[in-house]
């Protein structure tokens, strides 16, 4: 598993390693970054020396606070300022304080799309923008948009305690919902109450099926929030009542197997798999989104659990600490 996240990240490349230590030799001023030369383990995340970027046609320059640490090398949120504006690029100006969705972040300096930048608008600190804009603007658009919960409404989160988890219960409580996590500790569970699960289910030592109807009435849930992927995928479909809705939007434990849509017709379900940037394809969507995010964030509706800060250097330990699964909440890495 972690090879294909690691293979994933030199095709998006993070840096470009070849043309890079070419350019390294000469003058140009350096900084330092994780960068990832071949196909591999987490020990091929190296933290060295690269030339820093320059923004050319329609990108800008982001000194980065904060970066977002995800399982997935490749997608992450960083937060920073912006120190270089690209020819063409009018939506933004020196100084601006921006979160960036992406690549291209595990460094000091990121050249990245203005099309991809948004400003930290409210009252809200890099650490926090960094720490929950990935993870809230994915719990929020699937409470609002892919399953509009409402009042009363039984919601089965799985990981309840990882960093989008964590906001689905406190958005789920707010919007008046009776949240079921799952989680694989007790400590975890303990974590998914405090952030507003009514119901938690250890989904080491309970069977969470069973949990389920006895909750539900046999009923089961409006809707199922699953992250996990393969491992719970089978479980889900069974927690989902007659009509409702399995979103399933994450591959934690690898990627769900074929299906076939009859099984649909067992409950009339819908099922759904959601990627974040297809809510926030254009500049009025992506605006529109963290507005209401950030606005969650000011009202103290949503609170961002940060597990750790890392230095950058350490994203390999990082990585190893998020496959542990011994987190909760959020890592960070700090330049
Ligand atoms: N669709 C989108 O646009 C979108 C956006 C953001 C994130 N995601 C995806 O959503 C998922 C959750 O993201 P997150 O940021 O909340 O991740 P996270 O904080 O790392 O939480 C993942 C949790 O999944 C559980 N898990 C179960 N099996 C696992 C395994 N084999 N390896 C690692 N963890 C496992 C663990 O909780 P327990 O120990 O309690 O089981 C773990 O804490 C990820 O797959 C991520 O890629 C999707």
């Known amino acids: 598993m972690l090879r294909s996240f690691l293979t994933k990240q030199v095709h998006f490349g993070?840096?470009?390693?070849?043309?890079?230590?070419?350019?390294?030799?000469?003058?140009?001023?350096?900084?330092?970054a994780v960068v990832v030369k071949e196909n591999g383990g987490r020990d091929k995340l190296i933290y060295e020396d690269v030339p820093r970027p320059s923004a050319t046609l329609g990108n800008v320059v982001i000194k980065n606070q904060f970066i977002g640490k995800t399982l997935s090398c490749s997608f992450f949120l960083s937060s920073g300022e912006v120190v270089e504006l690209g020819e063409g690029v009018t939506d933004f100006k020196i100084g601006d304080r921006v979160v960036h969705m992406?690549?291209?972040?595990?460094?000091?300096?990121?050249?990245?799309?203005?099309?991809?930048?948004?400003?930290?608008?409210?009252?809200?600190?890099?650490?926090?923008?960094?720490?929950?804009?990935?993870?809230?603007?994915?719990?929020?658009?699937?409470?609002?948009?892919?399953?509009?919960?409402?009042?009363?409404?039984?919601?089965?989160?799985?990981?309840?305690?990882?960093?989008?988890?964590?906001?689905?219960?406190q958005l789920g409580k707010h919007l008046g919902a009776k949240v079921i996590g799952t989680a694989s500790t007790d400590e975890k569970c303990q974590l998914a109450k405090e952030n507003g699960a009514t119901y938690t289910i250890n989904s080491k030592t309970e069977d969470i099926v069973a949990r389920v109807n006895e909750i539900t009435g046999g009923l089961g849930c409006h809707a199922v929030l699953d992250g996990v992927g393969k491992a719970t995928f089978e479980v889900s479909m069974q927690c989902a009542r007659r009509l409702g809705t399995m979103i399933s939007f994450g591959n934690a434990s690898g990627a769900v197997d074929p299906i076939s849509i009859a099984i649909l017709a067992q409950k009339n379900l819908k099922l759904m798999r959601p990627t974040l940037y297809n809510y926030m394809a254009t500049r009025e969507e992506s605006r529109y989104w963290y507005d209401e995010l950030f606005k969650l964030v000011e009202q103290g509706v949503l609170k961002f659990h940060v597990h750790k800060v890392y230095d950058l250097k350490d994203a390999a330990q990082a990585q190893q600490d998020l496959e542990g699964r011994i987190t909760t909440g959020k890592l960070l890495l700090r330049p």
Do not use: W
């Not at 993070?14 to 330092?32: C, D, E």
């Not at 799985?158 to 964590?166: D, E, F, I, R």
């Open 14 to 32: 993070l840096y470009n390693t070849s043309t890079i230590l070419q350019r390294t030799m000469s003058t140009v001023p350096t900084m330092k």
């Open 102 to 169: 992406g690549g291209n972040g595990y460094a000091e300096f990121s050249e990245v799309s203005a099309t991809s930048v948004e400003k930290i608008t409210h009252d809200v600190s890099y650490e926090t923008a960094a720490a929950g804009a990935l993870q809230g603007l994915t719990a929020l658009t699937m409470v609002k948009s892919g399953y509009p919960v409402a009042k009363d409404d039984y919601i089965l989160v799985h990981a309840a305690a990882g960093g989008v988890g964590l906001l689905l219960c």
